[in-house]
């Protein structure tokens, strides 16, 4: 069995080939730029991987038996549906699709991606996690590191954060294990926070003082409108809009039903990534 990983330089996937490596499973990386991908993946197979290229999706489908789908927030839904039926004409039999929490409730190019791989026949399992910890140690890293902030346009709103380490292995058992066909697992972690309780658990963890500071809807716009795409700053400012207004704050318990513990909490994560932030 070959397993085609997408997007592996992605919090999520590059932990997935880690993972599936660390297990002696045929890995294959489908990365765009390929050289990098070798440096930071010597062990697995590496092919071009272009969303816009259907040669060198065809070639990277070539005896995959199950494939792991991510592609940029950013991504309109045309092009990942089209993967979709490269894959089933490929003879793919099982996608395991990132996608996000909440997109049933709408029509976003996520959701259009999930309706898609539902009516293409095959195996399916969809991952809907909530925001990810790891965004603290890499997004929201140098501000933390150098000013004792972040900047959020959450106000007080709670979200249920999880590990990307625990979406990676709910991923790996969807991606080998049977009896996860059809379903769609709403990912988080085993408490809400607010930003002012992340902030206390960086500060603990790092010794030093991290405080949260909230913008407004228009501030954090004009922050990261020069560095991000139109599309992924109306992406973000929507995800916001939800957490201020109390929708992220929800648990589920679908990490513990796939691997059988507790979701890492965001203490321990804190802990983990502490020299990051120093």
Known sequence: ????????????GSEIVRLLGKAGHTVRVGAHTVEKARQTFPDSEVVFF?????ESIRAALNG??????AAP???????????????????VE????????????????????????????????LLRPTFFMQNYSTANRDTIAQQGAFYEAADDGKTSFIDTRDIAAVAVAALTQEGHEGKAYPLTGAE?????????????????????????????REAISGVMSPAYVEMMSGLYSFVRQGWTSQTTDAVQQVLGREPISFEQFARD????WR
């Open 1 to 12: 069995m070959t397993i085609l990983i997408t997007t592996p330089n992605g919090k999520v």
């Open 50 to 54: 272009d969303y816009d290229d259907d």
């Open 64 to 69: 995959v038996t199950t494939l792991y789908l």
């Open 73 to 91: 927030g950013d991504m309109p839904s045309a092009p990942v549906n089209h993967v979709v039926d490269l894959a089933k004409a490929a003879g």
């Open 94 to 125: 099982r996608i395991v699709k990132l996608s996000a929490s909440g997109v049933e409730q709408g029509d976003s190019a996520l959701r259009q991606n999930e309706l898609h791989i539902e009516q293409s026949g095959l195996k399916y399992t």
């Open 192 to 220: 809400a926070l607010d930003r002012n309780q992340v902030a206390a658990a960086i500060s603990e963890a790092t010794g030093k003082p991290v405080h949260y500071v909230a913008l407004s809807d228009e501030q954090f």
């Open 273 to 276: 990534h502490a020299d990051v």
